[in-house]
């Protein structure tokens, strides 16, 4: 079997996205494979489960994957004990479980097996990735053809950390969804003044007339469902849309909201939203009745002093930017030590890899139709320069949180809080300055569309 043979046959199975690395002599099952010196190759392979694991004196995360290995006949052996395992105080991923609970009688597996369980330096090992989030794997002997064309080949790719990413026949070209990417936005830039809109869960074309309207609009132009979707928006990239006054100085809009994960744990969690912000909220502060809010700036290690509680990073040494328990928890916590609400450091990890492997931020301007009108259509426009954020890994988040970067703002409240029919309004959202945007990923690159 040839290089191209071997895409093929996986392309057959379903594979979208192929990426491959040359193994080390010691790369095999008791010495776990390398996959990264950072969480960024988290952004390629899809996990089915993050989770800290605090057996003995280890201390990790442990991402299951849903991974088989495919034979050249086609073939599928599961391996149901694959994952990939998160050292932080390193930091580095490695590859561990591969081969427990593989069963198959095939001649050609007991090869593969061979090969992995062996010190041999030269192999390559492929990882293809399924529209479905499986993964496939394949690996080849350093002599063998295909690893000769891999070889060959290498300049010739995508570098994705200690991987490269191949071309499958006939497939979108991954390097490609840039330019598409780009094509789009300049012709929505060209467009003008485009009337305010959204595609709502069932695709349908709605008015939209509400401050989110902006990114709403946007993403109905590149037709984007509203949803709550837990990947990337379009063509692998997270689209963030901000409001601007000049669109030549795009860096200084306002800030930008960059996920809106729910608290995981905490008080929020045990008692629910109504007790938290009967809790921890207060009476508003704008002179609206009867009604309870939980708001204002949140930053690491500083009291807000309308709800008493303090941003702390548990399991997180600032000073080192390494997270020291893999169980560590984003947490507001009061003056007596009441953990009010928490997130687990697994949760916002798994979600960033998946989201917010790159990103584009869009600068928009609005305005109301007539101007002066209140409640009347809103139009949009977007400028010819958009930022591509590309580069990132999960604990560039928590870094940015520490230094105070990336904080939480958010919009919960009771309105009608005294009455039998009062209504819980809830928007946990952690933000960044747009000049900040830097902190969450190695490249930001202003481009003319």
């Known amino acids: ?40 190759v988290l952004s390629l392979f899809p996990m089915k489960k993050l989770e800290a694991s605090t057996v003995g004196i280890n201390k990790n995360l442990k991402a299951e994957l849903d991974f088989s290995w495919i034979l050249p006949s086609g073939e599928l052996v599961i391996a149901p004990h694959a994952k990939l395992i998160l050292y932080p105080q390193y930091p580095e991923v490695r590859f561990s479980g591969f081969l427990q609970g593989c069963r198959s009688s095939s001649d050609s597996w007991d090869s593969m097996r061979r090969l992995m369980s062996m010190r041999l330096a030269g192999r390559v090992l492929f990882f293809g990735v399924t529209e479905t989030d499986k993964i496939i794997g394949f690996v080849v002997d350093g002599d063998s053809q295909i690893a000769a064309e891999f070889h060959a080949q290498t300049h010739l790719s995508s570098n994705r950390g200690v ?74 990239w997270e689209i963030k849309q901000h409001g601007v006054s000049n669109f030549l100085r795009p ?23 109504e007790a938290f912000v009967r809790r921890f909220g207060y009476a508003d502060r704008n002179g609206v009745a009867d009604r309870l809010n939980f708001g204002g700036i949140f930053r690491y ?96 988040v928590i870094d940015a949180i520490a230094s105070g970067d990336l904080y939480y703002d958010p919009a919960i409240k009771i309105v009608n809080q005294s009455q039998a029919d009062s209504e819980i309004k809830r928007r946990s959202q952690w933000r960044v300055a747009s000049k900040k945007i830097g902190s969450l990923y190695e490249s930001v690159t202003p481009v003319t569309v």
């Open 1 to 40: 079997m040839d290089l191209q043979q071997l895409k093929q046959l996986l392309k057959d199975r379903g594979v979208k996205r192929l990426f491959a690395k040359e193994l080390a002599a010691n790369d095999n099952s008791k010495n776990q494979p390398y996959f990264g010196g950072d969480f960024e």
């Open 163 to 236: 991987f490269f990413e191949l071309l499958l026949p006939q497939s979108f070209n991954p390097a490609d969804s840039r330019t598409l990417l780009l094509y789009e936005l300049g012709r929505i830039h060209r467009l003008g003044w485009i009337l305010s809109k959204q595609l709502d869960s069932h695709g349908v074309l709605k008015i939209c007339n509400a401050p989110q309207c902006g990114g709403l609009t946007l993403e109905a132009e590149l037709n984007i469902s509203k949803n709550s979707s837990v990947d990337p928006d379009f063509a692998n």
């Open 251 to 273: 860096q200084t809009s306002k800030a930008i909201t960059m996920m809106t994960p729910e608290p995981t744990g905490g008080y929020y969690r045990e008692q629910g939203v």
């Open 301 to 396: 290690s500083v009291r807000h002093p309308l709800t008493g509680l303090t941003m702390k990073l548990s399991g997180y040494d600032p000073t080192s930017k390494k997270i020291t328990d893999p169980n560590g928890e984003i947490q507001l916590v009061n003056d007596q030590g009441v953990v009010a609400a928490s997130w687990g450091f697994a949760g916002i990890i798994a979600h960033w890899s998946r989201k917010h492997a790159q990103a584009a931020f869009v600068p928009s301007q609005v305005q109301k139709i007539p101007p002066t009108s209140k409640g009347e259509k809103l139009m949009y426009r977007y400028g010819n320069t958009v930022r591509l954020a590309e580069h990132t890994n999960s604990l560039k």
